[in-house]
């Protein structure tokens, strides 16, 4: 349905593959048939079975692939996440790029599961940041809802976010939300980032709905809370941690948004193995 | 020079700006130039400052790019890594993408630096692997080898490594080289995964020059050093880390491969600051 | 600075020159230099300036434009709305299509400034639909901008607008509503398409920011701003004509939406006049 | 067949979709299966049915279309003109899209079958211009055919056509046939646009095979039509309209060629209506 | 001006470059600058200079190329065809690319002067085929116009020629230029293959303009030619060659069509030789 | 398997169809359904079946290919190559751009089974080179594996291939090897090109494992056999002919590389046949 994933898997083996897999077009036959299973080999939440299914469907559209665990699963080390069956040198092939998409957004999923649950309780959100790998973003924030986050905007072009940068050349919080508003598309809200509690004053006496608290203490961003009294959505941000989060969503701000959700997120550890293989008849 | 870099470059654009940049083309004249500066926010190894030179180039030629911090250069926290002046657009809707490059790349060439440091003094070459993000091997590779490690294979096509799978379908190790030996081109060597010191025995009976030892403990892979005596180049690979890379190399193997460097690296943290702006006189 | 524009006018290009102009080349000397003129041969509001002088950069980068009347400027039949010198078969070349994007871009800007004056003195604003032709809806939009109207939303990603089949589908507005909520980004406001009043009501019971009111008659509009009193943002569509706007303007409605912008703008005449030549020399 | 369509909806899509549809995704269930119909809001000449196939197809392959009213079909407002089954997100998300192709080739057959039935009992065709919009040539021609016009060439490298520009810089009109005769390809004629009748004259005596009588009177057509007695074949071109069409062709004009046909047909109202649903059994 | 040309260009680049030069990038520091000639190693006519061109400016733009025998020039072996200045890593990186363009097309130019001498005083033209190496129409085909040839039609949509088994199909001759007509731009006109005198005298009858003798004997040509009496442009075609072509030419057709001209040309031996080298001061 | 054989099939689709084959879409009914058989009309090596196979998928996915002698067969003049069944449309259509592929690429295999043959009895391999026709060198280097030879590196990034201006320019043979040795990943070895024995000396002194003979005489080659004695890969480069193959052959190098495989192999004659039509019921 979303021509785009189709399009990354697709630069994804074109980089990998490049003028042809010598090893397995050698070794593996081409009426080779091989059934093989995908295992986590730590705990994890898995994301990216589609974008596997993909892979293996561009080389070869006899692979079928049987998830397991499909995406938003909790897996143990050692469970089996999906099963694959088809031609020997498609999977093969196609084997390194498949796990490096479940091994980046598996992490991703289960970091931000890991946000999520020390929220759980609040009003509070995980939301996540444009520090997104570049290429995988569509993909990226995908695994951060399979975790159970949310999705900031997906782009400079679906959001307004008036940045300090912004702000300075516009001459003024007031200034660059009135230029804003007259421009925008009535679908789409303001948000204006402030880093201190007169910033966020003047935001919402300009009328601002949405204040990202930049890199504010504790201490500041509780204040905010009270100063806005339900106003205004507050998005705090900055140096957020698994280990602070939880009583940063007990000031009751509306959002958290965490840049490590996508680019600190690491990898899962997963592997292919074969455990059957015969001719294809034909 | 490398036609490949732009193109990752664009995609990277197009996926963060899609119909626009709203708030940069609302709030920022078009006439207006600022000046602006990228700094390391915590300790590392800089790398992608040709990539960001990209991402300005590709919004606007008239942005310059002025590097304080070339790739490879170690940087302190608070240090400048380059400035940039030109037109505030380009500046500002570019300025997510080129931090993106930045702060994953760098965070690889970082870690490499580690491990190269940790196997200072003996022959052992840290390289990296095919574990990257999907769509940035090429500018991952390269990070690696600004953090001073060396490059595995690129793809799938220009370097042979029959892998435990191939070996299984083509009936032995034995076999496989033979049948991978009459197919390759004469300037490739042919690496074979091994398991246990059997195999490795084999694989150099078989006439293999390269050996992967995969997963092996300590010892094993000391008794295969022993065992293949300057035969064939060792590769130690699987589970490697920080801690224990150093002694893995006292084995006296030729590679140690870690694919850590590019799934594992996480991110730097790095921020860019308009130090100034005036008006576009023409 | 918007990447889009220059594929739009490379795809145009390639449709109309093929493998290449052979009048042209035939014709016209490698070295011949001439000086154009482009004329409008009605009344008009111009748009399309920026998309002409990409279509002759990219045929020669050595053709110079001079615009007399940017982008939305009104022209009277007879003025000259830019003049060109560079080589003659870039410029013969280029010709049509620069003019096409012209002559359908002018009449778009044309038609909803028309649109715009007929609401002038009220709040409403004009915006314009999806309605647009497929590959130009960046341009078409941008057009409806310099007529003075505003954009609803881009496309499909950029914004939520629930419609009458989606509202079948998710079982009524108030379950519609909730579920999008909990889905979007806290940067995109709801939008509700309503046929009757009783739909209204139920809208903004939901707590629904905006809603479209589509097809209603003059009287249910003035009924539904009484009803919402100011509640929501109201969005009139459906049979706007340049004859009825105004009056559906003094309702109150915040917004009326015209396909008619896109679909139905027609073309301005314009044409290309030689008004000297000679032989490059070099 | 032709491998273009496939790519214009491709780019139509991926302009609608964006980075996908918001509203569709989280309101109808990845299940949902639907029957809808495509109906004539008013009377027209039926063009866009494989396309709108296309871009169902590209969306979701189960999605299946039976025409009712195929292209080339007089309907009536009210009537059906196709039949949708299948997933419903596929459906609501490829709508738009679809009808607008629909809607505006549509409107071109409906608006070239009235310049032809304008000239019906002549021997005259009615043909198109390189008027197009940008993107859509391929289609627009498509329509003006099966509106039951015939097409002019398709673009600058399928036909010669020696304009005004042109003759003035190959320095006349005898010089310029005679330049391009030796250069083109036996398979195609040459056309040259002349203004006067002693163009016309001169033309005739260079051998040319076709003339474009650019902008005359009904007077000067008709002595044009004299002078050249059968001796090549006569296009009148220039402001030509539904009014005026019949009596030009009672000058015995080979050709009549009509800009609006393509760039000012302007837009049929067509509407999607969802007349079943049902969960996807699997 | 064609852009095409830089399309088949960057692909070719792509081809060889892959993911990088590593022989040159590690050889060849940045910053040297080197100049080298291209020499003719046999005699030839020269045809590639601006794809020459094209291949160093994609790489790098500040590679200056000097043509000293531009496309169509005779050289002997040993000349000197362009001379080459700047960024050594660019020039080599494209030697091969750039001499494989140079090699194929000046073979493809050689051979085309040798059969238009043979035919040198008749009035006949020879001509090239669709039988191109796929990817290189544009180019062969530039390279016989470069030869002295002339192109028959580019491609499928560009002319009609009516083969063998079009007119199997459409049931006789005469039935298929009767549909054909009709279809057709009044730009293009009409070609028949005709394999025996019967069919040239019908497709006479039905009023053809071109007629293609397919593998006829120098008899039966002399026989059309008396039988067509200047009625319609004929072509002779089908195992012509060197030997044979002044004999053909001499029964009086039009045209000669030759595929060997692309498919068979083979290749002009070059090579580019450096003759000095610099760093770059900057 | 391989993604890009279809993209190089796509491009010369485009490029033969352009805006749709004229003279096809007319005559040939859409139902129309036929047989044909593609003939050799001399004695070939076959190669290229995947291709045209691939070509006629893109056309059309009905048409079924029923190979009759797949690639690598031998077949005499007037052997039926494959037969065809299917639309008519596509089989007509794509007529020329499959023939294109296939008198291409049997050519190829074809003269290298020649050279193969010259060789037979030695440890002797015939290796191609990097002289291939722009945008098709993954084909063609498939060709010279289909007829029995040997593939040199894919391109500039797969191997690593020191050149005389390279020596140049690294100050040396010696110097050269030891910066690539470091830069290269360890599975691929470093060849030089050799002119002198002096420098096939320097180079087996520095450690080079294979040496590139450039262009010496047949006694050159003698003495380089025994100096070199075993300690490396020996490549018999430049002039090779089919009548001189054998007896470099004798002297007892390992490699014979010959540029005339994929860049003079001309062009092998097929030809396509209709051998029945029908209408599609359906």
Redesign the interface.
């Known amino acids: 349905?979303?021509?785009?994933w189709s399009d990354?898997?697709?630069?994804?083996?074109?980089?990998?593959?490049?003028?042809?897999?010598?090893?397995?077009?050698?070794?593996?036959?081409a009426g080779?048939e091989?059934e093989a299973v995908v295992i986590a080999k730590e705990d994890m939440v898995v994301c990216g079975i589609p974008m596997m299914a993909e892979v293996f469907r561009?080389?070869?559209k006899r692979v079928r692939m049987l998830p397991e665990a499909p995406d938003g699963t909790g897996v143990r080390a050692g469970n089996t996440i999906c099963t694959l069956r088809g031609p020997?040198?498609?999977i093969?092939?196609g084997?390194?790029?498949a796990?490096?998409?479940l091994?980046?957004l598996s992490a991703i999923a289960t970091l931000t599961r890991q946000y999520v649950e020390q929220v759980a309780g609040s009003q509070t959100?995980v939301?996540d940041t444009?520090?997104?790998?570049?290429?995988?973003?569509?993909l990226q924030k995908y695994a951060v809802r399979v975790g159970g986050g949310?999705?900031?905007?997906?782009?400079?072009?679906?959001?307004?976010?008036?940045?300090e940068?912004?702000i300075?050349?516009?001459g003024g919080i007031t200034e660059?939300i009135n230029?804003?508003r007259e421009?925008?598309?009535?679908?789409?809200?303001i948000?204006v980032e402030c880093e201190t509690l007169e910033q966020v004053s003047e935001a919402i006496d300009a009328g601002t709905q949405?204040i990202l608290l930049d890199n504010m203490t504790l201490k500041q961003i509780e204040k905010a809370v009270q100063l806005v009294d339900g106003r205004a959505?507050l998005?705090a941000s900055g140096n957020v941690m698994l280990s602070t989060v939880r009583e940063i969503a007990s000031t009751g701000v509306?959002?958290i948004s965490v840049?490590?959700l996508t680019?600190?997120a690491?990898?899962k550890d997963v592997s292919?193995r074969?455990i059957g293989?015969k001719s294809l008849k034909k």
Request: glycine content about 8%; some cysteine; proline content about 3%.
């Open positions: 349905m979303i021509p785009m990354i898997v697709k630069t994804a083996l074109n980089e990998d593959i490049g003028r042809g897999d010598v090893t397995t077009n050698t070794l593996i036959p080779s091989i561009q080389l070869d020997g040198r498609a093969l092939t084997e390194r790029v796990l490096n998409f091994q980046n959100k939301v444009r520090k997104t790998t570049p290429g995988l973003r569509l949310h999705n900031h905007r997906m782009g400079l072009d679906d959001g307004v976010l008036i940045k940068n912004h300075a050349i516009a660059a230029q804003v421009a925008t598309c009535h679908l789409q809200q948000e949405i959505i998005e509306n959002l840049g490590a680019h600190s690491g990898s292919l074969i293989d």
